[in-house]
């Protein structure tokens, strides 16, 4: 929304930290990077095509991560507070060692 001069507001920065997690979570690819070239990937979700899924990943936790990456702004997490409480609530998220599952994503670990 940021890009397109569309009306913004927190939620964008969810979806920021959605993509984020996305990328951390499934090597380092950002959604529908290595399907195409780089255009492509872009126009995909410009357009609003539905963010796959992370492979390997629980389905809650693609759950929590996909949410927060919605393409409609109301749609995501209302506030970080609530996302919070749905990762503490996700047992795939608690008592994990974070950095050594990305490292292992990322194959350096």
């Not at 913004?8 to 090597?27: F, P, V, W």
């Not at 963010?51 to 809650?60: C, D, V, Y």
């Not at 702004?73 to 060692?97: C, H, I, V, W």
């Amino acid at each position: 929304e940021v890009l397109a001069y569309k009306h913004y507001d927190a939620r964008a920065d969810i979806c920021s930290l959605g993509l984020t997690m996305y990328c951390l979570l499934n090597g380092g690819k950002p959604p529908f990077f290595g399907e195409g070239d780089d255009y492509n990937a872009i126009s995909r979700r410009v357009n609003g095509e539905k963010i796959p899924p992370i492979r390997g990943m629980s389905a809650g936790l693609n759950a929590i991560i996909l949410k927060a990456c919605a393409f409609e702004p109301d749609s995501r997490y209302k506030t970080a507070r609530e996302m919070r409480g749905a990762l503490e609530n996700n047992d795939q998220f608690l008592g994990y060692d974070w950095a050594e599952i990305i490292c292992k994503r990322f194959g350096t670990g």
